[in-house]
């Protein structure tokens, strides 16, 4: 079985050629009374809804230029700021905001160069319908426009951003798909930013997670990448900053470019109204409100990380990792097809369900399926990963796997119940996707 240090290894000898950009990728030194003084050269970094760090590794993983000067994590309605915690253990105190981000003022946010964020997604999430979900107007969605604020208001707003969501923002809400994005898209607009955006999963370029995600960069049309993006198409098919980090093959489905017009509440109200389909397609570029927009196919002909690639041998496993026998039958169940009859307990309104089977364990032949926050406890669930071991017994993963599913350093949520660590991956990103994206921002920057 390949070792995980061997894993790391060959993926960071896959960063170092997506640009021909001669460095060391390197696993930062994560000591917490250490700060390192600025110069001249560095990319000064804010990270927004920075949970237990993704972007700050493989941006530091990347290129020793990034330096994260100020940081904010702040998970509400919980007393247990457990991400917030771990966060200043790996990168200690310094610049750290542990705070309602809608309660700071941007007067209290330094200068950088860069703002990057996973800005909250759980109205948009798999996890609910789009018939269900608020959209931007949700709960969470809202926090859309405290980057905003942060970009409008700021003295010194940063030049570029680097932004991270579910793949769902493209076509979200159900009765105006798309309106989200295009809110996102002409509000940067408005502020002096272009921007471009890639739904990527992981597991297509390599990496042992299947998990498609949005990523989107944003550049003020002042710097000197906007001068290069003139071309919207050769941008989006082979020179921007996406396609450089993730190749696409030479099969370019119908383009479609359109104006985003009106004005923030027009387009909130009116938007692709009763429109089925998004006009977003899974990559494209938005200049000065005109949008360019095509579906790729991504093109990976290399290494490819395996979910039995990552797994610790059975014999480091904790036994309450491991399903007793006579709990696997409930096990099967979960993760069974099943058409049967229900009953609501508190109408008692009966009704047909059903759903379709899953893998039972799952193939370590693969990349892995999607961390989700459910995934911790011991509980049966269709959507908590189970593998076979060598032995013939089965468990769950442990939390040092669902962290290299994600390419965060072995043990980077240490300190946190097993449970909790298991909800901090699922709400985390591929670290290896924003290492990649680094790698080519670092030689144009």
Known sequence: MKTYETYQSEHHKVCEAVANYSRTCIIPDMFPDETIAASQDDIRVIELFAGVGGFRIGLERASERFK????????????RQDASVIYCRNFGASGHCNQDIATVS????????????????????????????????????????EIHRILRDHKCPPKY????????????????????????????????????????????????????????????????????????WRWIESEGIMAASFPVKDEYAKRNDFAIEGSLPEISENFNAGKT?????????????????EALTPDHAGLSILLRDILVHEAEVQEDFFIPDQEVGKWRYAKGGKKEKRINKATGFEYNYSEGAMSFPDSTDKPSRTIITGEGGSSPSRFKHVVKTESGRYRRLVPIELERLNMFPDNHTEGASDSRRAFLMGNALVTGIVERIGVRLANLI
């Open 68 to 79: 994260t000067v100020w940081n904010n994590q702040w998970e509400p309605s919980t007393k």
């Open 106 to 145: 941007v007067d209290d946010i330094p200068d950088a160069d860069m703002l990057v964020g996973g800005f909250p997604c759980q109205d948009y999430s798999v996890a609910t319908t789009l018939k269900h979900s608020g959209g931007i107007e949700g709960k969470k969605g809202v926090l859309w426009w």
């Open 161 to 232: 951003l680097l932004l991270e969501n579910v793949d769902r923002l493209l076509g979200s809400p159900a009765k105006q798909r798309g309106r989200d994005f295009a809110l996102i898209l002409a509000s940067l607009s408005d502020l002096g930013y272009n921007a471009e955006w890639r739904v990527i999963n992981a597991a297509e370029y390599g990496m042992p997670q299947r998990r498609r995600r949005t990523y989107i960069f944003a550049f003020s049309n002042r710097t000197k990448i906007a001068s290069k993006a003139a071309d919207p």
């Open 277 to 293: 389909t998004s006009p977003f397609a899974n990559s494209g570029i938005m200049t000065g409100r005109h949008v360019y927009t």
